[in-house]
């Protein structure tokens, strides 16, 4: 018995001990499950798993989703899977989606959803697996609208103007695309008109670049309210618009379009209670006609607009193939300009200058020549614009400055020697903060005087900022180098910049001196220009003098200096020597 007795209270203790560890590791297992229970919870996404078409578990979020209480599950009810499906906004579409777990329990799925409340949900869906047995399957469901509408948000500004919310240039080319695609389809045809403002620059530069914002979006405005609805308007950049017209019958639908746009830039703007006038030019191209894609038709329209500017702006303009033309030979010829300027393919041919008192020669002007081949020589005319356009006449005008600087230094101890030379100058170059440092550097470079240097300056140049002009001028004239305007009267010819610049020449153009001896008002304008040079203590030149008439209606009027066919043509420094020499000759004999 004793024995017996202390055998059940070792297993009794043993026992006891077993209940003890059980009871902790309940409590632990309870505490473990309470947590994972909590983190269940505190998930914002729904998470709920399904046995056989009952909700087995299910956390706070999904309670909510499925539009459940607390009440509800503490009351143990079987929750069916319906009560998922049927908070769909498509319940065919999901069951079509998740077909996959009927025909294989153990796959896993990821796809999206969207709920009858509006919001849409993505979704994952795992098999649960217990000792390599299918006991359910656990899905995950998150709301991903605000991701939604975020992405929706950049993909709208990926595709919009931010300015004026009209269509960008990516949106543009993917419309125009999708119009050729179906115009190709229905063998239509569609229409892109290609706008750009007139002297835009002037409101941002009087208004101020806000204001110039305002001005845009009223613009934007008022284009589409002469569009219909199937019409596409979008801005390229800047004040650059397009419009996509769609299944065009005929080209008058298309210049009834363009006539009411400009008609709309008829109507002032009033911006800061200052009322402006800003026109537009457009340029058109069609489809298929013109282009078949999208770029080609952009850039035809865009060459089309270029030439609605050149024709006098506020005017529509149709893409033709001469245009294309032109800017292929412009190409060709900016491209061959680079390899002359590094070749130095270009060479100075000079006109005299004569002073028409004495018949002596007063100063010679250098003209630039391209000598493209040994028997093809290409004239300024044909090249200088281009070289403007492109940025390279800086390159070009620094090449005929270092020539002129060497031809006066090879005409030193010759019949030359003392004779200034004249240059063409354009508005580029004038307008450049370094010219004058590169003119100054390549004069003395040379060792050249200075005063024997003589820079031809077009009206255009007063254009700019009179006060910059102003500074300019007067660096150049602390070193002697002497100024002329040339061309006078053609441009806007201000008594002004006249008076408040320090001019040494005054040159009337060709087209005043042409049959100056046949037209009484040709020549009262001459008289006038050589009254007004003279009393501003300018010497007056006239250029273009092709006859003996010509010349001595010029002297009797008092024009100081003449230049022209009738004197010499341009020639090379050889035949320069050789006039020079036949003149001093003949001015000798006169003089014995």
């Not at 013109?290 to 607009?305: F, G």
Request: aromatic letters at 8%; a negative charge; charged letters at 25%.
């Amino acid at each position: 018995l004793t024995l017996a007795f202390n055998e059940l209270n070792e297993i009794n203790t043993s026992l006891k001990d077993n209940l003890a560890e059980n009871k902790k590791n309940q409590l632990y297992l309870e505490k473990v499950l309470a947590k994972q229970q909590a983190l269940f919870d505190a998930s914002t996404e729904a998470v709920f798993s399904f046995n056989n078409n009952e909700i087995e578990n299910i956390n706070q979020a999904a309670i909510e989703f499925l539009g459940l209480t607390p009440d509800d599950i503490k009351e143990n009810k079987k929750l069916s899977y319906d009560l998922f499906l049927n908070r769909l906004s498509n319940k065919q579409q999901f069951l079509s989606d998740t077909v996959e777990t009927k025909e294989n329990e153990r796959t896993t799925l990821h796809g999206f959803f969207e709920a009858i409340n509006g919001n849409y949900y993505e979704f994952y869906s795992v098999p649960e697996i217990t000792e390599g047995h299918y006991i359910g399957r656990m899905w995950c469901c998150r709301d991903i609208t605000n991701i939604r509408k975020n992405e929706a948000l950049l993909l709208y500004r990926a595709n919009h103007d931010a300015l004026t919310e009209l269509p960008n240039r990516a949106m543009i080319l993917e419309e125009l695309n999708h119009a050729i695609k179906l115009s190709k389809r229905h063998n239509s045809k569609i229409g892109l008109l290609f706008i750009d403002l007139d002297d835009f620059k002037k409101i941002n530069d009087t208004a101020g670049h806000q204001e110039g914002d305002r001005y845009l979006i009223e613009f934007a405005n008022r284009l589409q309210s002469v569009l219909k609805s199937g019409d596409i308007l979008g801005r390229l950049g800047g004040d650059e618009f397009v419009v996509i017209l769609e299944d065009i019958k005929n080209i008058a639908h298309i210049i009834q379009i363009n006539q009411r746009i400009l008609k709309l830039c008829e109507v002032p703007f009033y911006i800061k209670d200052k009322k402006y006038h800003i026109s537009c030019s457009i340029g058109v191209s069609i489809s298929p006609d013109d282009a078949i894609n999208s770029d080609e038709l952009i850039r035809k329209a865009d060459m089309a607009m270029y030439q609605a500017k050149k024709l006098g702006k506020n005017i529509y303009h149709l893409f033709d193939n001469k245009l294309e033309k032109v800017a292929l030979e412009k190409v060709n010829i900016e491209s061959q300009l680079r390899d002359a300027i590094v070749n130095d393919d270009f060479i100075l041919h000079f006109q005299p200058k004569i002073s028409l008192n004495n018949n002596s020669l007063h100063s010679v002007e250098a003209l630039i020549r391209w000598q493209k081949t040994a028997q093809e020589l290409v004239y300024p005319d044909s090249f200088i614009n281009i070289a403007e356009e492109n940025g390279l006449i800086k390159s070009i005008t620094y090449w005929v400055i270092n020539k002129a600087c060497k031809t006066l230094k090879h005409w030193q101890g010759t019949v030359l020697e003392n004779i200034p030379l004249s240059l063409n100058i354009t508005a580029l170059d004038f307008s450049d903060k370094h010219f004058v440092d590169q003119v100054f550097k390549i004069i003395d470079k040379n060792a050249i005087n200075p005063a024997l240097i003589e820079l031809e300056l077009t009206e255009s140049i007063f254009l700019n900022d009179i006060s910059s002009v102003k500074k300019t001028i007067a660096k150049l004239k602390s070193r002697n180098i002497k100024l002329s305007i040339d061309d006078f009267g053609t441009g806007f010819s201000s008594f002004a910049y006249l008076r408040d610049l320090d001019i040494d020449f005054l040159k009337i153009d060709k087209s005043f001196v042409f049959g100056v001896h046949k037209d009484p008002k040709s020549r009262a304008i001459v008289k006038s220009i050589i009254d007004i040079g003279s009393n501003l203590g300018m010497k007056v030149i006239a250029e273009g003098i092709e006859s003996e008439n010509e010349m001595a209606i010029l002297t009797e009027e008092g024009c100081h200096i003449g230049q022209g066919y009738y004197m010499s043509k341009p020639v090379s420094d050889e035949l320069l020597m050789q006039y020079a020499t036949k003149l001093n000759i003949i001015n000798s004999k006169k003089g014995n």
